[in-house]
């Protein structure tokens, strides 16, 4: 194991035991690379790891601090990772689409509560049926970005909304491309707020798996030109 990976490591330990807890101040530098029996040069890499995943609050003038350890706080970085990832792996971020949005759906239909689920109506009413491609993609986001929060699973949100993102283009090119795509996703988005809206948990699932399925096996069955 690198020094530096060592140095991570350690405070993450002190972490897990409760020695630091979310909102404490890390020990100064010399006395925690004493007590870690690390140099400081490793602590201070460990210190700047750490906090480009959020899980150190650097203040200039103050100290080190830990951060809340929000799950939103902590996968943000997961967002920015998938935005730089190649059109070619794509398929590879619906497939995981395909796994955990029809859980957030089925979540929903459980957990949902009566106004958000009118939210999401208003989100389809607004779309209305024959929108331009910006006004559906806005729509999308937003559809589902109100049945991610909707599940009540906060990472899973996160995460679903830094996935989603690194598959907008192959979504923009399907509804531009295949005939009848924007008339299926529009139909689709009503089913699944229609489940939702049942309490039907098995039947909402059934319906996103539907939803993200199509547009991945379309994307399967063609050669990408949007990268």
Not at 10 to 24: A, F, Y
Not at 129 to 143: H, I, K, N, Y
Not at 177 to 182: D, E, K, N, R, Y
Request: glycine share 6%.
């Amino acid at each position: 194991m690198r020094v530096t990976d060592h140095a991570i490591e350690r405070i993450k330990q002190m972490i897990v035991s409760g020695e630091l807890c979310p909102g404490d101040r890390l020990p100064r530098e010399a006395e925690l690379a004493d007590r870690l029996g690390l140099s400081r040069s490793s602590l201070r890499e460990a210190v700047t790891a750490l906090a480009l995943v959020r899980v150190l609050d650097v203040r200039r003038g103050d100290g080190t601090y830990v951060t809340s350890l929000d799950p939103e706080l902590l996968l943000e970085p997961v967002a920015f990772v998938a935005d730089l990832q190649p059109d070619a792996s794509v398929l590879e971020f619906f497939e995981l689409r395909r796994v955990l949005e029809p859980a957030a759906t089925a979540l929903a239909a459980r957990r949902m509560s009566d106004d958000a689920i009118q939210a999401l109506r208003r989100v389809l009413d607004e779309v209305g049926p024959d929108p331009s491609m910006d006004t559906l993609m806005a729509g999308d986001v937003e559809f589902h970005r109100l049945i991610a929060d909707g599940s009540g699973n906060a990472p899973m949100a996160t995460l679903l909304d830094g996935i989603r993102r690194s598959t907008y283009r192959a979504r923009i090119w399907r509804g531009l491309t295949q005939s009848g795509a924007v008339r299926q996703t529009l139909a689709e988005h009503r089913a699944i707020v229609d489940a939702i809206a049942a309490r039907d948990p098995e039947l909402a699932r059934s319906w996103a798996t539907v939803h993200v399925a199509g547009v991945e096996r379309w994307i399967r069955a063609i050669p990408r030109p949007y990268g």
